[in-house]
């Protein structure tokens, strides 16, 4: 169409009327609306979500010149135009707020509008004469919100989880080496709260070390979800206005220009109804921040005090605690995982409950899907590179303090049991919180145990390792 000139802006025609469009910006009519509809969030679009829908529109190009739907001008214009979005230009011209309605119809205007009017401009026309590249004709051939939108969230949701893996090996590994570090150090381990039966500080990292990694595979599982795309199913998934050659090549092209590995869903129907593959990462992603901030918990328990509390290890003094009382140190890294932690799980019950109200043939939420899930993956990315880099890798423990605990603790009974009997081994710990004395002096002094018997009995490694038998122990002395 032919644009009116006023001043610095050009005049724009859409099916809801005519507005004018400052006419150095390379959007249009119909991203300037949806920004003046939705002013939700005042944040950005985020700049992955760009770049794949850069990437789908370039293959996008490419799949309609190979079927004869895109003349080869155009189809080289958009590419060049798509390339350059993928360089990092023009991504403030994607104004639409990240919340929107319309199933993200705003966003992929937005993204056809800037990439058709710089492909315009590189064949020498200028912005808004979309008689020479078309937003909807040209660089929308052959495809429809409902299935570039989606592809386009799986892809962001990928690339940022390769990103929230790397930082959650970088602790795995961090967490191994503590265990190895604090293999030797015993101290009380507690249930419920209360003092158990001993264990080596080493051991309970380990612990947390497992329980990362295993966060890690259920990651790696619920990301193969991601990876089935409904390219070239168009409006409901019956591939209306897709020709056969771009509905066989879209995938594979795409594939190519992205460097990701995807497959066409074998059912586009039931690909484009349904977003329960974004309900699964969310659900292994708050998982994980459950992991987190309950070792996050941990920390804080076993770094308190430091006179008052259990003092068992130290974290890394990181900034002061407290604008009024001198010389207090806070937590503050485990306390901003636990706060990650929680926005996560509030975000997973966004994503379950907008992945639920989908009706009939599509899903009109998936931006607040999207929204919610990139905030998720980048807050736990940049959580665990904090707590990996500021707190977990400078962790001490207070040997001394652990052993201290361990051997004036009534839970060191537990191993005493099998020698002297529950119930006396009831009574002797009854009378040491009574009485304040140790239970080995009581053991001692009772005559229950020799000295050499009770050193066997309590040696920390015997206490901490499973397959070690006290009877027989006792039985080898």
Known sequence: MKTAKRNDYRMEADSIGTKYVPDNVYYGI???????????????????????????????????????????????????????????KFHNDFIVDPIQGGAGTSLNMNANEVIANRAIEILGGRKGDYSIINPNDDVNCSQSTNDVIPTAGKMTS??????????????????CQKAEEFDHVIKMGRTQMQDAVPIRLGQEFRAYSVAIKRDINRMDKAMEE?????????????????????????????????????VQAFDL????????????????????????????????????????????????????GSSIMPGKVNPVIPEVVNQVAFNIIGNDVTITMAAEAGQLELNAFEPIIFYCMFQSIDTLAYAVQTFVDNCVTGIT?????????????????????????????????????????SVRDLILQEG?????QLNAVLDPVHMTEPGISGKMLLHNL
Do not use: W
């Open 269 to 320: 129907i039931d690909a484009t109804q349904n977003l329960d593959s974004f309900v699964a990462v969310s659900g292994a992603i708050k998982a994980c921040a459950v992991t987190l901030s309950k070792i996050a918990n941990d920390l804080r328990l076993m770094s308190s005090g430091p006179r008052a509390g259990f003092a068992e290890i130290n974290l890394p003094a990181r900034q002061n």
């Open 448 to 452: 229950l145990l020799n000295e050499e």
């Open 158 to 175: 990928l690339r940022l989880l390769k990103h929230l893996k790397s930082e959650l090996l970088r602790l795995h590994k961090a967490l």
């Open 226 to 262: 991601m990876c089935t795309l409904n390219m070239g199913g168009t409006a409901v998934g019956t591939g209306i206005n897709a020709d056969p050659v771009y509905l066989r090549r879209i995938v594979p092209n795409l594939v190519e220009v992205s460097d990701m590995e995807f």
């Open 397 to 437: 423990a207070n040997e001394i303090r652990c052993r201290y605990l361990v051997e004036n603790s009534v839970g060191i009974i537990t191993a005493i049991c099998p020698h002297v009997g529950y119930q006396k081994a009831a009574d002797i710990a009854k009378k040491a919180i009574q009485s304040g004395d």
């Open 30 to 88: 119909q991203t300037l609306r949806a920004a003046e509809n939705f002013h939700i969030t005042g944040l950005n679009m985020h700049p992955e979500i760009i770049n794949s829908l850069a990437y789908i529109k370039k293959a996008a190009a490419i799949t309609n010149c190979e079927a004869g739907l895109l003349e080869k001008k155009k189809a080289v214009a958009i590419v060049q135009a798509c390339d350059e979005l993928l360089e990092g």
